[in-house]
Each structure stands twice: as C-alpha cells, then as structure tokens.
C-alpha cells in the first residue's frame, strides 16, 4: 500500500458522522493542507488490511462512523445532506421517552417532539433529537435502554462543528470496541474542554489529528486513557493554540509508531511532563514539537531513538526552550535519519544527557 494520504490534493475527507442531522463534509485544508499531507505521508507502509479500513482517504469519503446498541447492533449507516452550524452543544443520554420516531431527518426540527432513528435495524435502540437553546441548538444522541456501544471507527464523529463548545458523554458512550479515533474533534473550533475520562481506549490503535485545529481548547481530560495499542498520534493536538495545560504522563507509548506534528503549534504550553514516554518502536518524530513558542524545557530521556528515521524540523521555532534533556537512547539515533533542521530557531542548539 502506498504512505498514507501520499494521492492527497489538500483535501481531507474526515466524514463527520452520528446521525442524520449532521453532514458529512469533506474539509478543505486551504493552507494548512500540505502540513498534514506531508505529515501523514511518513506513516508506514506495513499496515493491516483492518488498519487501512480504518484510514480515510479521498476515495472513501462516504464512510460512516457507526454507533451500535448495547446488544451489539451496528447503529444505521446514513448519507447526510445538511451541514449543521448552529449547534452549540452535544449530549448523550441512555434513555429517553416521549419522541415520535421518523425516517427522514428533516423532519425533525428544535423542540417539535420528533426523533430520527439512527440504529441499524430501525428498533429506536439509538435516536437523534435537536433542542433550542436561544440562538443555538443542542443535538441529542439517546439510547433506548442503556449505554450506547460505539464501532470499530471514531473517526471525526465529531468533527467540523464551527459552533460546537460543549460534549457531555454522560457515561453513555462505550468506545471499548473502537479502533481508531482519527480526527474525532478537528476543526471544532469553539470546543472550550472535553473530559473523556470515560472513554475505553485499551483496543484505540491512530488518534492522529485527534484534536486538530481545536484552537478554543484549553483543557481536555485523558487521564483515564489506555495508550497501550496506540501507533500513530500525528497531530494529534496540533495547533491547540489555547492548550496550556495538558497531561499525557500516564500515556503509554510502547507501541507508538509515528508521532509526526503531535503537539504542533501549542503555542501556550510552557511545560509538558513527557519523562515516562518509553518508544522503543517508534520510527518518526518530525515536527513533533514544532512552534511550541512557550515550552521552556522538556524531558525525553525515555525517548529510544534506534528505528527513529525522522527528526525533521522536531524543535523548529521552541524560541523559549532553555533544555532538552535526553537519556542514552537518543545515541541510538541513526546518522542516516532526516535530522534537517532540528534546532532551527530554538533556543537551544543541542540536548542534554540527563545525569543518571
């Protein structure tokens, strides 16, 4: 299979899935189109036939997140029509009462009594309602009898909401049989904090671009997170300009692959505890840290550096940063890997071996 993305024109088809009163939309990367193409083009090769399902590429644009009911039954798989840009929040509820179930989306308008039925087998097991909320609408995703079971792929379930500041899970979501959370929040640009401190990540193999361009964000909740299986977090919270603080220490990045861009312009984070990031697989890290304008001293002494074949551009633009502290690992570092670039305006030129 060719690198990921590598047919890409600078268009990124994350399907934005759930329901059918939101779109699918293809987003347009405009300028920032050729970072994430060059970013993702270094993901390996060697992927699954299972892990390139989990891929979007431009010709799988009309791939569903699905949703699924307790007993297992993938939630319906919809090709929407309308863009929703007035929804300014999200929730998720186990039960609900009261609705006139309809098939087609468009009748279902803010406060009019009506639901959409979005499981698969038309039972009303997962439904979809809108309610006014002043100027803006909240869309509702509710289970009939319980927990709402979430697909293999999460990939941008929630993405390109403009208006969208808040998402409560309400303990309704298990994730325990996703695999991917590719794009799950990209370009909710109004999205303030997330707590997905209840999301089950133990089988989650790519959160690239997780959180891209999630500019409003300044606190997002992982500390219950299970990175064990993780490879790939490529931008995963890239251009989070408003992220100031952000606690991935319990992250384990054992299998972690490819970490291309992973904090990209986190212009306000000043510290990033990173100390138990172990790689010993990992293969490339270029811009990892790039434009991180603020952070002042990092610890990557965990960082094992011997499959590493892409540093490029990894500390470009950290101006404040006063250390980069390594353990012997980073001796391990080819000296046929891409390293242009490394320290290119940092404010250190070099790192530093941390004392044992």
């Known amino acids: 299979m060719q690198k990921i993305f590598e047919e890409y024109g600078g268009v990124l088809h994350i399907v934005v899935a759930i329901i059918a009163l939101v779109v699918i939309c293809g987003i347009v990367l405009g300028t920032n189109g ?5 970013s993702l083009n270094n993901v390996v090769d060697s992927l699954s036939e299972e892990e390139e399902g989990n891929i979007v590429t431009e010709t799988s644009s009309n791939y569903i997140t699905k949703f699924m009911t307790e007993e297992g039954d993938y939630a319906g798989e919809y090709l929407l029509a309308d863009i929703s840009d007035t929804v300014e929040e999200i929730v998720f509820h186990k039960s609900y009462s009261g609705l006139e179930i309809v098939e087609d989306y468009r009748d279902v308008e803010p406060d009019n009594g009506k639901a959409v039925d979005v499981s698969q087998d038309g039972s ?20 009939k009898d319980g927990v709402i079971m979430a697909g293999p792929s999460l990939d941008g379930a929630f993405s390109n909401f403009p208006d969208l500041e808040r998402i409560k899970f309400n303990g309704c979501l298990n994730t325990s049989n ?28 790519n959160m690239s ?49 490819i970490a291309d861009e992973m904090f990209y312009g986190c212009s306000a984070l ?9 790689t010993p697989v990992l293969q490339s890290a270029g811009c990892m840290f790039q434009s991180c304008d603020n952070l002042k001293t990092l610890d990557i002494s965990g960082f094992d550096m011997t499959n590493v074949e892409n540093t490029d551009r990894m500390f470009e633009g950290c101006g404040a940063m006063e250390s980069i502290l390594v353990g012997e690992g980073w001796n391990n570092l080819s000296a046929s890997a891409n390293t242009s670039d490394m320290f290119k305006n940092c404010g250190v030129s070099e790192v530093t071996v941390k004392a044992a």
């Open 178 to 205: 996703t695999t991917s959370m590719m794009g799950l929040f990209v370009y909710c640009e109004s999205l303030r904090s997330v707590d997905l401190s209840g999301f089950d990540t133990s089988n989650v193999t």
């Open 270 to 278: 000043e510290t990033l505890d990173l100390s138990n990031f172990k």
């Open 209 to 257: 671009l997780m959180f891209w361009e999630c500019g409003s964000l300044r606190s997002v909740n992982t500390k219950n997170f299970d990175t064990s299986k993780v490879k790939y977090t490529v931008e995963m919270f890239g251009c989070c300009y408003s992220l100031s603080h952000l606690d991935v220490s319990h992250f384990d990045t054992s299998n972690l692959e």
């Open 34 to 38: 050729g970072m994430i193409k060059a």
């Open 124 to 143: 009303g097991s997962v439904v979809a309602y809108l309610t006014q909320n002043g100027d803006s609408e909240v869309l509702h995703i509710a289970g």
